[in-house]
């Protein structure tokens, strides 16, 4: 039995194709990146798929909302990690002349 990874080309043209859908019916900006971290981080967490079937199955029952919820909880400790003066550019700075 084939070891199921997200460099299995079977895998990948899955993705593909479930980032093509959530594009045209959700979220137009959403990378093969996005899927593949919801994948990794979420859907794969604790227990990888034994089969082909389970995997291609998982990846195409993903929802946009599923993704969009780690997407938010990502920027959420990403921000966290953060120093405020990280988010100047987007708050504005007091400028010394």
Not at 33 to 51: G, H, V
Not at 79 to 86: C, E, F, N, V
């Given at each position: 039995?084939?070891?199921?990874?997200?460099?299995?080309?079977q895998i990948q043209l899955?993705?593909?194709?479930?980032?093509?859908?959530?594009?045209?019916?959700?979220?137009?900006?959403?990378?093969?990146?996005?899927?593949?971290?919801?994948?990794?981080?979420?859907?794969?967490?604790?227990?990888?798929?034994?089969?082909?079937?389970?995997?291609?199955?998982?990846?195409?029952?993903?929802?946009?909302?599923?993704?969009?919820?780690?997407?938010?909880?990502?920027?959420?400790?990403?921000?966290?990690?953060?120093?405020?003066?990280?988010?100047?550019?987007?708050?504005?700075?007091?400028?010394?002349?």
């Amino acid at each position: 039995m084939e070891k199921i990874s997200l460099d299995n080309r079977q895998i990948q043209l899955t993705v593909v194709l479930k980032l093509q859908q959530l594009r045209r019916e959700a979220i137009p900006s959403l990378t093969y990146q996005n899927i593949e971290d919801t994948l990794k981080y979420w859907k794969w967490r604790k227990k990888m798929p034994r089969t082909l079937h389970e995997a291609v199955n998982d990846i195409l029952s993903l929802t946009a909302d599923e993704i969009v919820q780690l997407l938010s909880q990502r920027a959420i400790v990403d921000g966290y990690r953060q120093s405020l003066s990280d988010f100047q550019d987007l708050i504005g700075g007091i400028k010394h002349e």
